[in-house]
């Protein structure tokens, strides 16, 4: 135990740095440390999936929406007239049945459908507002016809008064083809109305 004590005291009075290194390796080792210390870290790269995961993607631009222009609409209307005078002439030919048959009035119903869309969705006062004055004229005139067509069936009390709705709306709707694509054609040029006259006839010639 005495010699035990004795060593460990002559241990503690050496310094540390002495027992770990020989006094020549010393001096290199501590500027191998400080060079160490002073030298900058190289960044860590990052892995592939690390890349992936924080790469980051611009959004796209919205795709902006393309305005309603509200024009009155003359060849929907040209639509549903055709489609009213074509319900009217079937609903004539069940005449026999009587003005209060099924298959008479499920056509004059289609009839008041197609002219109440056409007078609140079609030829609204502002889409009549933002037509071309030309076409105007036609779309307006349209939108009294329907309004009396309308009235016409609302009231209608017999299958004679049927045949002449059905004769009527037949006639204004080819009276209304007639106008709409003349002045059409008449806006794009004077070679093309005449190619479309020679087609539909000139005007005048009703």
Known sequence: ???LNIIANLVNRIPLER??????????ALEEFAATMAA??????????QKTATTITTPEPPVPQQEDIAT?????ALGHFSRSAGALNEAVRFKN???????VLDRIASVLEEQNTLER???TPEKLQRTPKWERKIAEEALQESRRL????EGITGIEELEQAAA?????????NRQWYRGRFRHLGGEKAEAISRRIGRPGEE
């Open 1 to 3: 135990m005495v010699w």
């Open 19 to 28: 027992v770990l290194f020989p006094p020549r390796d010393r001096a290199k």
């Open 40 to 49: 900058p870290v190289a960044p860590k790269e990052a892995s592939p999936e």
């Open 72 to 76: 009155a609409c003359v060849p929907c």
């Open 97 to 103: 049945e009587g003005i209060t048959s099924n298959d």
């Open 121 to 123: 969705f079609d030829l």
């Open 150 to 153: 309308r009235h016409r069936l």
């Open 168 to 176: 009527d709306a037949a006639g204004y709707y080819k009276k209304m």
